[in-house]
T-cell receptor
Framework: EAEVAQSPRYKITEKSQAVAFWCDPI?????LYWYRQILGQGPELLVQ????????DSQLPKDRFSAERLKGVDSTLKIQPAELGDSAMYLC?????????????FGSGTRLTVV | KNEVEQSPQNLTAQEGEFITINCSYS?????LHWLQQHPGGGIVSLFM???GKKKHGRLIATINIQEKHSSLHITASHPRDSAVYIC???????????FGTGTLLAVQP
């Protein structure tokens, strides 16, 4: 069964350092989402891509977070510099997108701990 | 008031029991998702519904569009069903997911 691949699975970093997460969506899925989930809370959308274009990044803290999907396939989410409050699970999801309402597929996530 | 409300917030059941988790929403939607998340784990999509009822193994999901309500049922519950179950709806121009607060289910042997 096709999966959304994310790496690394776990990351521990010191505050003020840079950290990056990678996501490879299901082949053919045009829409890619990055979510942040703080422990005990629901996921929060950080950024949504349609192919290589950003559709929604209204909740992305742009002073320290950046996301790219250069070829419209895999994507990287970067935090620089990391802060203690960034400790969370970072989830990637993908869907076919467009007019068709299809299912989301989530990756296993990257658990970030900032110390 | 959240746009997506789930009940109960916490649920403890004995193995074998029939379980129901409810979801009510207040916005117009194109689809509703039921998701499962084990502690410390990623999210697994269980169902996507836009009408009617779907069944997968011991899981059944129903939706009533007029009443803006959905239920997730687990028959013959098992300790491995212990997880957080999240209702999420897709609405708005970007089809963004709006998440419920989740229901923490613990099934005891």
């Amino acid at each position: 069964e096709a999966e959304v691949a994310q790496s690394p699975r776990y990351k521990i970093t010191e505050k003020s350092q840079a950290v990056a997460f990678w996501c490879d969506p299901i082949s053919g899925h045009a829409t890619l989402y990055w979510y942040r989930q703080i422990l005990g809370q629901g996921p929060e959308l950080l950024v949504q891509f349609q192919d290589e274009s950003v559709v929604d990044d209204s909740q992305l803290p742009k002073d320290r977070f950046s996301a790219e999907r250069l070829k419209g396939v895999d994507s990287t989410l970067k935090i620089q510099p990391a802060e203690l409050g960034d400790s969370a699970m970072y989830l990637c999801a993908s869907s076919l997108g467009g007019r068709k309402v299809d299912g989301y597929t989530f990756g296993s996530g990257t658990r970030l701990t900032v110390v | 008031k959240n746009e997506v409300e789930q009940s109960p917030q916490n649920l403890t059941a004995q193995e074998g029991e029939f379980i129901t988790i409810n979801c009510s929403y207040s916005v117009g939607i194109s689809a509703l998702h039921w998701l499962q998340q084990h502690p410390g784990g990623g999210i697994v999509s269980l169902f996507m519904l836009s009408s009617g009822k779907k069944k997968h193994g011991r899981l059944i999901a129903t939706i009533n569009i007029q009443e803006k309500h959905s239920s997730l049922h687990i028959t013959a519950s098992h300790p491995r069903d212990s997880a957080v179950y999240i209702c999420a709806v897709r609405g708005g121009a970007t089809n963004k997911l709006i998440f419920g607060t989740g229901t923490l289910l613990a099934v005891q042997p």
